[in-house]
Every structure is written in C-alpha cells, then in structure tokens.
C-alpha cells in the first residue's frame, strides 16, 4: 500500500526527472553542453548587447554636441551678419571712426530680427537725435577769455619792462607823479 506522503514524493521525483530530461533536451538541440555553457553565453550576449547599446549612446551624444555646436555657429554668424547690417547702415549715413563706435551703441532696434529696412530706420532716427555722430557740423568750442584756448585761463601777457617799472606806473594812476616827469625820465 502506498501512503498519500510517499506517492507525493514519487511524484514529485518524477516531475523533477521530467524537467531535467527536457532541458537537456533543449540544451541538445540549442548546442550546448551544459546549463552552465548556457547561462555564460546569455550573459556574454547581454554584456554585448549592453557595449553595443552604449555606443549607440556614445554616438547619439557626439551627434547631439554637434548639432549643438552647429546650432551655436549659426547663431554667432547671424548675430555677426545683424552687427554687419548696423554698421553698413551707419557708414552709408556717414559715421566713421570712433563715431561709428558710438553710433553703433547708441542705434536701438526693437527686434534682434530686424530687416534692413527697421535697421535704416532706426539709422536715420539716431542721425537726426545725433547729427554730429554722421560728420554732420559741430558747434564751435566757445573760446576763454583774452582768447585762450577753451579749457584754460587767459594767459597774462605782460611787457617787457625795465625793473620798478610796475611801482611807476601804479604811482601814475594813482595821480602821485605827475605826467610830464615820465618824459623827462627817459
């Protein structure tokens, strides 16, 4: 008589016989050896597929930077090209040298895309604000008095005279030595 625990135990034994004559089996057909040679060659598969995947990665991000790159590139040039189209605008109107300099900081356009018509527009306002920018007539610098130079006192132009000449003359004015006396001292 066999027991319900030893028949579980039979079966049990012969399920597990089953499993491993299956997988044998399938190992056979698949060419291998051993569970082991199977387990290391889904593991080299997959750190292959994980070094593959990788530089797939690599490569996705070399061309990400290069576009970025690009991208930087082409706005520099464009920002270049709107710097140029300011100045040619400027130039044509007449600023030159450190007016131009001026002139470009001081020219206002609303938008970084401006077309060359907003640009001499807005030329052509900073021209009529800022004549002087374009080569347009200065205002004379008023002279100093006695006709200096702007910028400095009147240079004292005193005579070649003898020495205590200064006293004589003030005494004169003030009315102590009589006029005739003078010719008479010479």
């Known amino acids: 008589m ?6 579980g135990k039979m079966l049990t034994r012969e399920k597990a016989q089953g499993e491993r004559a299956a997988i044998k089996r ?4 698949l060419g291998f050896d051993s569970p082991k040679a199977l387990t290391e060659f889904v593991t ?27 991208a930087r590139r082409e706005e520099l040039a464009a920002e270049r ?4 189209l300011r100045r040619a605008a400027l130039v044509a109107l007449g600023a030159e040298g450190d007016d131009l300099v001026d002139a470009e900081r001081l020219l206002a356009v609303d ?7 907003q640009i001499q527009s807005a030329a052509e306002a900073l021209r009529a604000r800022r004549p002087e920018l374009f080569g347009g007539v200065r205002p004379p610098v008023p002279a100093a008095p006695a006709g200096a130079p702007a910028g400095r006192g009147p ?3 005193a005579s070649v005279s ?9 005494a004169k004015r003030r009315g102590l ?6 010719s008479a001292a010479r």
């Open 26 to 29: 399938l190992l056979s057909t």
């Open 2 to 7: 066999v027991t319900q625990d030893r028949l």
């Open 162 to 170: 003898k020495p205590g000449s200064a006293g004589l003359e003030m």
């Open 177 to 182: 030595i009589p006029e005739f006396s003078d």
């Open 44 to 70: 080299a598969q997959r750190e292959a597929e994980q070094a593959a995947l990788s530089e797939v990665e690599r490569r996705e991000q070399a061309a990400a930077e290069r576009e970025l790159q690009a």
């Open 155 to 157: 240079t004292l132009t």
């Open 81 to 84: 090209e709107r710097a140029a």
């Open 111 to 117: 938008d970084e895309d401006a077309d060359e018509a």
